[in-house]
């Protein structure tokens, strides 16, 4: 007697049946196919078949496969038991040919022909081979019954499948295999894992290879102490969340000392988990700084430096988010394969655009009330509803479209972190951003006049620099960094004409939290702000996070008044 | 700025307040609809708000026009003062609202509130909810201005916290857990010490309170202003660190005319409530501290009289612009602001005194003088 399984035509091919990650929506799908496969077996009278010709390619390339016909033969006892234990058998083989032929049972292309005659029936469009040796086969009459199935044989079939893709050719297929196996813990797969183990190169898949047997060790009665102790130490390491769940999985039956282990690995994981958990909001923070720092560096020019209240500053972050806007769109209608360098483009564009605009404002309006601060605040807010309204009516009050380049979608993981580039590039830009500032101010002759001019008006004066070009300049300077801030912050926020408005307040306190005139003090202040937020936030919530960090800042007023860093010396005075 | 208390603006300004708080009533009700001096039903509530406004243009110019403290959270102490009386509002709902509950507002019932919280106590009754109007304001602006005013907080940084205040305290009032209704507030009010608020005779009487109210805040602040306290005031305010060289205690001078207008405001904000019937946390909006200010720049600072006038103007034109043309009522504000701020150091009152000065052509005698930062 031997055992045929048959495939209606190569094209449809049968993969080798993953035992894959949702493996109880599959088995609804598999006993469709089983249903359908038994009505074709009946109708087409097709046997049973081992084998598509790739399947058969793959058979012969593995050459010394053993025989099978030794367990194949026990599917023709048509016992439920002798099926099962068939099963499992194959499973244990890891060969190939064993997947084939219980992919082919799942599908119900599995039928017994009768003794002696091996099995190949080339009908219509279709292969037929034994499945037993894979062999050619010659032509078998019509109406071979399938192997019959129960629950229990399709429990068994879908364990086996499970073992089996763990010794699948592709990597990935034997890591997914072994992460369901983690999660299912079946004690049956432990021969067939040991094998895997055993034959497995690739390192990252024998680690979940062996996280797997582990998490089977650690719930097995008869495993010796020792072994399940080794897999505890295993499943400790792995140190997430799955990981607790299995260590107090462990069975209230198990030996004190496993029990033991398992109890201070779950502390010890939790506690690891608890200290990736604040390196986690420590990033967030980070994040949140980086953005505050964009929006408040510009700030700590326009007011820190000039001491213009200057409350127009969130609608230049505003004008350079539109820019991004603008030019993403004409890269989208002219030049499409440039997309990924929008920003690039943006980045001048904004700059130049806003510092501009920056430049208009002092000129028209700034220039007329120095010495007056807090009438620039109502003048400049002024310009800012004028600018807001004219966004608003030139692009809508919706929120526009801005796109993400590739390079700065997606997430990546370090550790148990998960870091999306898009935060990630706007910590580096903002960081970037502040070096040139910095640098500009230090190290060219435009930062000693704009020193020079803030320091001392008259006697810069006096000295020959042109004040009036000087504060259009630096005014200009401080927008055009609104701008290009702007530019990062598209990307994560809301491009809308009220984009500017959530930001003012925020840079304000930056700014006055780090010391006015001080660009250190509004990094500092930005990145401790950033990361207090973030970190007040799991105890505390969002909002209350935010107005208890509102209130220490206005006690740390009252403590210094004149921020983190203060200048000192007799202009601060005046 | 003399000792008299009452000069001669303020007397117009006494004059044409009592006016309008008597012959705007008289002609919404004694005049037929299709006369042309006739006050339609909408105006009064309308004009009512006006006046709250100004009110807590004065509270403002108090302290920004004579003592130097430019608040740019003024909206604090004039929605604290609203929800005081709201609260007194909701209470008297009683078993009215939607789910009938005697005790609970609605709002506390849909959100599983078992009991009145304990800061709810009280306001059921009318003096403790008006003592609270006054005194919740008060307490903050005491113990905000103890802090400030005595770490010598000046200037911008002043400002920008006052700035923070109101953030963190519109934050506050957003959340459902505060138990101040979250982000809808106080509304749906029924009656006020038994008259109904909708009634057109309500709103009539509330008005004419508006305008009493406007004129009492007046007084006291001119009163304040005009006395030895004022000049000290207007001492620190032009030069700090001079006053206190001399042995004043500055922070006593601040703290007093910092306490009182926000008091002054609490009291406006209580008038509004019950006027336009609701009160919610966009109210403590920074953005909208900041309008009030602009009030006080565009009448004309330190001149108690500028700022009832400028926040009367500029409201009537954002009603009359937003209704006319929505889209450019922001230019416009915009404009005003920028204009104003370049053009007008003295506001309307102070560019009025200009073209009177210039029409006599007669040199003012005493410069007035300059208010600074």
Not at chain 1, 52 to 72: E, K, W
Not at chain 1, 377 to 401: H, M, Y
Request: glycine content about 10%.
């Amino acid at each position: 007697m031997a055992l045929d399984v048959s495939t209606p035509s190569p094209e449809a091919a049968p993969a080798p049946v993953s035992a894959g990650v949702a493996r109880h929506r599959d088995m609804f799908r598999w006993i469709d196919a089983y249903r359908i496969g038994r009505v074709a077996a009946a109708i087409l009278g097709l046997v049973v078949l081992l084998a598509s010709a790739g399947f058969t390619a793959t058979a012969r390339a593995q050459g010394g496969d053993p025989d099978l016909s030794a367990i194949t033969a026990r599917f023709a006892a048509d016992s439920y038991n002798d099926t099962a234990d068939a099963l499992n058998a194959l499973s244990a083989t890891g060969s190939p040919r064993a997947a084939a032929i219980v992919a082919a049972h799942a599908e119900g292309r599995l039928a017994v022909a009768p003794a002696p005659r091996p099995a190949l029936v080339p009908t219509a469009g279709s292969t037929v081979g034994s499945a037993a040796t894979g062999a050619a086969a010659s032509p078998t009459p019509p109406g071979l019954p399938a192997v019959r199935a129960n629950n229990r044989v399709r429990r068994a079939i879908e364990a086996a499948a499970g073992a089996l893709s763990l010794l699948d050719p592709d990597p990935a297929k034997r890591r997914e295999a072994a992460l369901a196996v983690f999660r299912a813990r079946d004690a049956a797969v432990l021969p067939t894992l040991d094998t895997a183990i055993a034959r497995e190169s690739v390192p990252g898949v024998k680690a979940a290879l062996e996280q797997a047997r582990a998490a089977i060790l650690i719930g097995k009665a008869d495993a010796p102490e020792a072994t399940r102790l080794a897999a505890v130490e295993l499943i400790t390491a792995r140190g997430d969340q799955d990981a607790i769940g299995l260590l107090r999985s462990v069975p209230a039956d198990a030996p004190a000392a496993v029990k033991a282990a398992a109890a201070e690995g779950v502390t010890r994981v939790e506690r690891n988990l608890q200290m990736w958990g604040v390196a986690q909001n420590v990033w967030y923070g980070l994040s949140l700084g980086s953005v505050l720092l964009l929006a408040a560096i510009g700030l700590a020019i326009t007011f820190g430096v000039m001491g213009v209240i200057n409350m127009a500053h969130g609608e230049m972050v505003m004008l350079g988010a539109y820019t991004t806007f603008v030019v993403q769109d004409i890269i989208r209608t002219h030049a499409p394969h440039l997309f990924d360098w929008s920003l690039a483009f943006a980045l001048p564009a904004a700059f130049v655009f806003t510092g501009l605009v920056g430049i208009l404002i002092e000129r028209t309006v700034i220039r007329w009330l120095y010495g007056r601060a807090l009438e620039t605040l109502l003048a400049t807010w002024g310009v800012s509803l004028i600018l807001q309204q004219a966004v608003r009516s030139i692009f809508g009050p919706t929120n526009q479209e801005v796109g993400a380049p590739s390079w700065m979608s997606g997430a990546f993981q370090l550790g148990h972190l998960s870091i999306t580039y898009n935060r990630m590039w706007i910590i580096v830009f903002s960081l970037l951003v502040f070096v040139a500032l910095l640098l500009l101010l230090r190290r060219t002759s435009l930062g000693l006049y704009v020193r020079a001019v803030t320091q001392n008006r008259r006697m810069a004066a006096a000295m020959g620099i042109r004040t009036g070009r000087i504060d259009a300049l630096t005014f200009g300077l401080g927008s055009a960094i609104a701008g290009i801030a702007g530019v990062a912050l598209s990307q994560i926020d809301n491009v809308s004409p009220n984009l500017g408005q959530g930001y003012i307040i925020d840079s304000f306190l930056v700014v006055v939290f780090g010391g006015v005139g001080n660009l250190w003090g509004t990094l500092v202040a930005a990145f401790t702000l950033g990361i207090a937020n973030k970190l007040l936030e799991p105890f505390a919530g969002a909002v209350l996070g935010k107005i208890l960090l509102l209130v220490f800042i206005i006690l740390f007023i009252q403590k210094r008044p004149r921020g983190l860093f203060a200048l000192k010396g007799r202009a601060v005075e005046s | 700025m003399s000792g008299r208390i009452i000069d001669r603006t303020g007397g117009i300004f006494i004059a044409i307040v009592l006016l309008a708080a008597v012959l705007i009533p008289a002609a919404n009700l004694l005049l037929p609809p299709g006369h042309p001096l006739h006050v339609p039903d909408y105006m009064i509530p309308l004009l009512g708000k006006y006046l709250c406004y100004a009110l807590l243009a004065v509270a403002i110019d108090l302290v920004w026009g004579y003592c130097g403290v430019l608040s740019l959270g003024h909206g604090a102490f004039f929605a604290l003062g609203g929800y005081a009386m709201g609260m007194y509002l909701m209470r008297q709902i009683g078993p009215r609202g939607v789910y009938g509950n005697p005790v609970l507002p609605d709002f506390m019932v849909f959100l599983n509130y078992k009991e009145l919280p304990w800061f709810w106590q009280g306001f059921d009754i009318f003096p403790y909810a008006m003592l609270m109007v006054v005194l919740v304001p008060g307490a903050l602006a005491f113990v905000f201005g103890w802090f400030a005013f005595r770490s010598r907080v000046t200037g911008v940084y002043l400002s920008i916290i006052t700035q923070a205040m109101t953030f963190a305290l519109m934050l506050a009032f957003f959340r459902n857990d505060m138990g101040f209704g979250g982000n809808n507030g106080l509304t749906d009010f029924k009656d006020i010490l038994g008259f109904p608020v909708q009634a057109h005779g309500t709103r009539i009487v509330l008005f004419m309170l508006s305008a009493l109210a406007l004129l009492a805040g007046y007084l006291v602040c001119r009163a304040l202003v005009t006395s030895k306290y004022g000049k000290v005031l207007v001492a620190v305010r032009d030069t700090e660190s001079r006053t206190r060289f001399l042995g004043y205690r500055v922070e006593n001078y601040k703290l007093l005319a910092w306490t009182l207008s926000a008091m002054i405001a609490g009291v406006a904000g209580a008038l509004y409530v019950p006027q336009v019937g609701i009160i919610n946390p966009s109210e403590f909006a920074p953005s909208q501290s900041i309008e009030m200010v602009i009030w006080v720049a565009v009448g004309g600072r330190g001149t108690l009289v500028g700022a009832a006038l400028g926040a009367v103007l500029v409201n009537a034109g954002k009603t009359w612009f937003t209704g006319l043309m929505p889209e450019a009522w922001l230019f416009a504000l915009g404009a005003l602001f920028v204009v104003v701020t370049l053009f007008m150091p003295k506001g309307v009152l102070g560019l009025w005194a200009q073209l009177t000065r210039r029409l006599k052509r007669a040199p003012s005698a005493v410069p007035t003088p300059t208010p600074a930062e």
